[in-house]
């Protein structure tokens, strides 16, 4: 077979993917025998997942498309302005949850913070990772460019900043989940939901100032832990609003 040239273009911000004396600007490769198209762009260190339209010339194409000739391909990333044509995304626009890989702590709890479905075992390993998202339909949240290329990862995300708040506006904005943040109603420790209970159900296990000042209490249906206003929310609260401060007109 003849060898061809792909030169590869890369919109929004998947340059980030990209080692910083190629970005901005096309990118060549010579290939020798018929590749398809995932197999181009991960080679140059771009993780399927955060592809959601490929151009091949001009034209959309899947993941499997392969590549025999000369050809421009460009790639555009799902958070970001499109060629005004209609085509099918690659990637599902909104997902609610997740399994967060063991480095991203913080993010786990900000988004279980938000009441959001967040399966996290700092101890997992890959392998461990990859079964919890397959079993239970969850977006894999990780940093790990290898593990994100995995073939059966279908819908995940790689938090560009490293900082945890950031990391959190991210993930709302690629997820579209700005409409479905129910804070306070799911267990930071555990995941499990949380219910109202009457101070008389837990009064026995609250300190001397607690059962003075609060009133309004929720027990983690899942570990037992009680929450109310005074401890746990009120830094809360400032975190989500500082949060929300991102999404501000
Ligand atoms: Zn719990």
New binding site residues.
Partial sequence: MKPFTVRLKLHGDLEFFLRSGARSQSIERSLGEKTSVKDVIESFGVPHPEVDLILVNGRPVDFDYALANDADVELYPVVTDRPKFKYKSLQVASYNRFVVDGHLGKLARDLRLLGFDVAYDPTAEDRQLLGVMERQNRALLTRDRRLLMHAVVKTGYFPRSQNADEQTVEVIRRFDLLGSIIPFTR??????PLRKVSKAEVIERLEPLTKIYYEQFRR??????IYWPGSHFSKLQKRLEQIRANFAD
Avoid at 220 to 225: L, V
């Fill in positions: 267990c930071l420790l555990c995941n499990a983690c249906t899942g570990c037992g832990q």
